[in-house]
């Protein structure tokens, strides 16, 4: 059986993950011509390239994208292994991938980011899009939160729920509904923006006004909440949006909010984590700093759980 070096695990996911020799030599603390040697060993023990010219920088070969989640997962559990009973926050190099909607970012993100650079300045938080919902990343270690109204199960999935939030109504300064009494019946008569990452024209809000024998007339669809307060301050368009948004639709939009005149089912804003993570000290100081900040948006209208 061939000895590995687990040396070369570490340098592999650090070439992977700044696809440049000089950046992963900087990260490990070695030199350029010492990590350019271990990419020749790695490429030896793989039988793959790994890392291909292409103009001045380098690229990953499909191989190497094939396996490059799974290498950075090994690498963050093999470090909290060895850091997790002496753990020293301050020192921690690290990026903390966070999946999260774009909206919850805007609300959260930088509160999230001054708590968690407070003590372990070496984390970088790295939000990415939702894209689809599946528990592949989490697995690999690709992403490493969830951060949202997540739908995943199972036990792969550990769910922290962090607080509910309501839907509110947003429109421009001068709309009718900015001056008048808002009831069911002028809300569903107006014209109307969907937020919907599927591309759905309806939603709880439907639901809630069929029940009264009223329909709104969807207008125009967009794939996000952010990109519906944009629409509505610049049009008659009425939007709803999560109450723990109206904050920046009020002071970055300059947008009346509104209490919506039918109540429909809230979102259940929740982190989500691969069990493997529970106990490993970066991951949960992450988390508790999540969980701390998102709090804070209960003050915005969310329900504290």
């Given at each position: 059986?061939q ?14 993950t ?18 350019s ?34 290498v950075?997962?090994?690498?963050q ?60 990343p ?34 421009r ?22 937020a ?27 794939p ?15 939007a709803?949006?999560?109450?723990f ?15 919506l ?6 979102l ?11 106990a ?26």
């Open positions: 059986m000895v590995f070096d687990m040396n070369l695990l570490l340098a592999l996911d650090s070439l992977l700044h696809e440049s020799v000089t950046e992963a030599a900087e990260a490990l603390n070695l030199s350029v011509p010492a990590v040697r271990t990419l020749g060993r790695i490429r030896e023990l793989m039988g793959d390239p790994i890392m291909v010219r292409a103009g001045r920088g380098l690229v990953p070969t499909p191989k190497a994208l094939e396996i490059r989640a799974r950075h997962a090994l690498t559990e093999a470090r909290s292994l060895v850091t997790a009973s002496a753990i020293s926050l301050s020192e921690v190099k690290r990026t903390f991938t966070i999946r999260s909607e774009e909206t919850l970012v805007a609300a959260v993100g930088t509160p999230i980011t001054v708590a968690v650079r407070a003590k372990a300045p070496g984390i970088t938080l790295c939000f990415a899009p939702q894209g689809e919902e599946s528990v592949g989490l697995r690999e270690g690709s992403i490493d939160l969830d951060l949202g109204d997540i739908k995943l199960r199972g036990p792969e999935v550990k769910i922290q729920q962090l607080f509910r939030s309501q839907f509110v109504g947003v429109v300064p001068g709309h009718r509904l900015a001056r008048a009494r808002i009831t069911a019946k002028n809300f569903a008569e107006q014209d109307h923006i969907s919907s990452r599927r591309g759905l024209p309806w939603g709880p809000i439907d639901n809630a006004l069929i029940k009264l024998g009223l329909k709104r007339n969807v207008a125009l669809i967009v996000s909440f952010y990109a519906a307060l944009t629409a509505a301050a610049t049009s008659d368009l009425v709803a949006i999560p109450d948004f109206a904050r920046t639709a009020s002071t970055l939009f300059g947008l009346h909010v509104f209490p005149p039918v109540t429909s089912n809230p259940r804003i929740s982190q989500a984590w691969h069990p493997r993570f529970d490993d000290p970066v991951h949960r100081f992450v988390r508790g700093c999540v969980r701390t900040e998102c709090q804070h948006l209960n003050g915005y209208g969310g329900l504290q759980t």
